[in-house]
């Protein structure tokens, strides 16, 4: 912020806002005494009352403390035995970039020269549907600090000292921006990641800031969803290692955690993404080129069916095939004027016949379809599906040609 509030009466300054120690608002310097109290908003004076010349504060919570809430609870009284409450003075607005508070032009235009005054976190960006919805959702807890590492987890008053260092590295303490950029062993689990695409870099000062650059290190366009699914899978997959050493004592290499990014990516953009015809294998094996997002091409729409006049019926095909005066081998169905279809005919298949003439042999991706003609064939006691040439559909296809290009109703009679 720009600017910060000198605390007079407390008849402006927002209670919970206000700062807690080493400028941060009350309510995140305190969590569990924020989320245990009645009232969550109000300015200062609304906290507390005069008894004479002295400020009473008057903190409501919504049940008894227990112990380990207790550690919290006296650090946040510390807090407010700290502030100072004046009668007499209103709350002000200062300056922050002036050591006298007071505003200049020279302070501002240095303020806004400053990088972390200039950005802006784009949140939106996480909810993309590049990964699963419990992904993004624990995306967007790991930015606004909610999940529960070491510090995390000493703010609600519940880690011991030997707990707070990294299970990873076992050198630091474990904090959001060292368990996933500054751990060494999370350092080169991004190093070998990101050698896939071919990019050097070094590490911002924060995982957010982290994730505000990252966009802008893409190679090329063509990759960027693939490139946002890999920060998804990396970030996924240093919580899932760091878990699995902490409850179940399991420890894994790098390369093994990378080859499970590369799982992940390619998983993720498949299903995902938009475009990807291989297959998952060959993937992983072609990282980052199997991950480029194909374009969609835009088809026309086919017209509208129009049913014939009176009692008629009409043939559609695949395609007329006008102009060539062979057999098309193309799909159609005939239909009434109420669109009920009255039969369907295909290409030609010998192959599909010798499947169903060899008692359900064939293609695993057709199994199904042929039992249930098989067992068609029991029903209507026909033991035989022959196979008829391409020549069938060549009545179909002569009034195909004859039909292409004319606009009404045409009725042929050449019925033999």
């Known amino acids: 912020m720009f600017y910060e509030v000198v605390i007079g009466n407390g008849g402006k300054a927002d209670f919970w806002e206000s700062s807690g120690g080493d400028a941060v608002q009350l309510k995140l310097a305190c969590p569990r005494v924020f989320a245990l109290a009645v009232k969550k908003k109000g300015v ?8 004479g010349s002295k400020w009473v504060w008057d903190i409501a919570l919504r049940r008894p403390l227990f112990d380990w809430e207790k550690i919290q609870w006296s650090l946040f009284l510390s807090t407010l035995e700290n502030a100072r409450i004046r009668r007499s003075i209103l709350d002000t607005l200062a300056w922050a970039f002036c050591p006298d508070d007071k505003f200049t032009v020279g302070s501002f235009r240095l303020c806004i020269e400053t990088p972390s005054h200039n950005n802006s976190v784009d949140y939106k960006a996480i909810w993309h549907g590049i990964c699963p919805s419990k992904i993004e959702i624990f995306i967007w807890q790991t930015l606004h600090g909610r999940v529960m590492v070491g510090q995390v987890v000493q703010n609600f008053g519940l880690a011991i000292a030997s707990s707070w260092l990294c299970p990873l590295c076992n050198q630091e303490k474990e904090s959001i921006d060292h368990q996933f950029l500054f751990c060494p062993w999370s350092w080169k689990l991004w190093s070998v990641c990101m050698e896939w695409w071919g990019v050097n870099f070094c ?45 179940q004592g399991t420890q894994f290499s790098v390369y093994q955690v ?11 953009f498949k299903f995902y993404g938009k475009g990807s015809k291989l297959s998952i294998s060959t993937m992983i094996l072609n990282l980052p080129e199997s991950c480029i997002e194909l374009k969609q091409v835009k088809r026309p729409l086919g017209g509208l069916w129009n049913p014939p006049s009176g009692l008629g019926f009409k043939f559609n095909v695949g395609g007329s095939s006008r102009g060539n005066p062979g057999s098309p081998g193309i799909g159609g169905v005939l239909r009434d004027n109420s669109g009920k279809v009255l039969g369907m005919f295909s290409d030609d298949s010998n192959l599909a016949v010798s499947w169903i003439n060899s008692e359900g042999f064939g293609s695993l991706n057709h199994v199904q379809i042929i039992r249930d003609i098989c067992c068609g064939l029991v029903s209507l006691r026909n033991d035989r599906v022959s196979f008829n040439p391409r020549s069938s559909n060549l009545f179909a296809d002569s009034l195909a040609k004859k039909g292409s290009g004319l606009h009404g109703d045409v009725l042929l009679w050449d019925f033999q």
């Open 44 to 51: 200062i004076q609304e906290f507390g009352f005069w008894q």
């Open 203 to 247: 590490f911002n000062k924060s995982l957010t800031d982290w994730f505000m650059g990252w966009h802008g290190l893409c190679p090329e366009p063509k990759f960027n969803r693939g490139w946002n699914t890999l920060f998804a899978a990396m970030l996924f997959s240093v919580w899932e290692t760091r878990n699995h050493c902490i409850f």
């Open 258 to 268: 990378s080859y499970m990014v590369k799982m992940r990516v390619a998983w993720w």
